[in-house]
């Protein structure tokens, strides 16, 4: 059973037009976070939750916004996408960091590839 | 802040020969290690971790690390691979007590028959 669930798999968004990508989970973690991954790159923190503490990265542009309405349901908006911002969108999660060391591995959904046209 | 560097982007190889997959990383803490494995279009899978005690780790699919404190490094290996091991590969680091996961640019496992 799927355990980190990212819809859709594919999204494709015009230029300006904003978008949400969702991502929800059965694992009860703590831990939420949205990597942007783009072509033949490594994936890159954008932000992440520990319940609903919010935790942005410095380079993160504020076109992206995140919502955590509950610890299972986690959201991806991008207000107004460029042609910059098509990408793999991947949703993790993960126990939390004073959890046993033995959780402390992210378990990640299928992604949702997003183009902008 | 950590850092984790792949110094190989792209890593061809034959079918049944080994393979070294180099990671090495930076911080000023104690972290964990871990690799994970992205099919094309797919999330990653975590292949193993290193947390603590013994330095080598045995993953999923034969895939084995090797975690060396004194070079910052954390290798990952296999005997013999498959075509089916053809694959982007993370390696990625988590600061002890801390909830960022970064990862390092990856290297492309490319197997040949």
């Known amino acids: 059973d799927a355990m980190v669930i990212q819809n859709p798999r594919y999204q494709v968004t015009q230029f300006g037009k904003p978008v949400t990508l969702s991502c929800s989970q059965t694992l009860n973690h703590n831990v939420m976070y949205w990597y942007q991954q783009k072509s033949s790159q490594a994936p890159k923190l954008l932000f992440h939750?520990?319940?609903?503490?919010?935790?942005n990265e410095a380079d993160t542009p504020d076109n992206f916004q995140s919502r955590r309405p509950n610890t299972s349901f986690c959201f991806l908006d991008i207000r107004s996408p460029g042609l910059g911002d098509a990408a793999m969108y991947l949703c993790?999660?993960?126990?939390?960091?004073?959890?046993?060391?033995?959780?402390?591995?992210?378990?990640f959904g299928q992604g949702t590839r997003l183009t902008v046209v | 802040a950590q850092s984790v560097t792949q110094l190989d982007s792209q890593v061809p190889v034959f079918e049944e020969a080994p393979v070294e997959l180099r990671c090495n990383y930076s911080?000023?803490?104690?972290?964990?290690l871990f690799w994970y494995v992205q099919y094309p279009n797919q999330g990653l899978q975590l292949l193993l971790k290193y947390l603590s005690g013994s330095t080598l780790v045995k993953g999923i699919n034969g895939f084995e690390a090797e975690f060396n404190k004194s070079q910052t490094s954390f290798h990952l290996r296999k005997p013999s691979v498959h075509i089916s091991d053809t694959a982007e590969y993370f390696c990625?680091?988590?600061?002890?007590?801390?909830?960022?996961?970064?990862f390092g640019t990856g290297t492309r496992l490319q197997v040949f028959p």
């Open positions: 939750y520990y319940d609903k503490d919010f935790n």
């Open positions: 993790a999660t993960s126990r939390e960091r004073t959890g046993s060391p033995l959780n402390t591995e992210a378990f």
């Open positions: 911080s000023s803490v104690s972290v964990y």
């Open positions: 990625a680091v988590r600061r002890v007590n801390t909830d960022k996961l970064i």
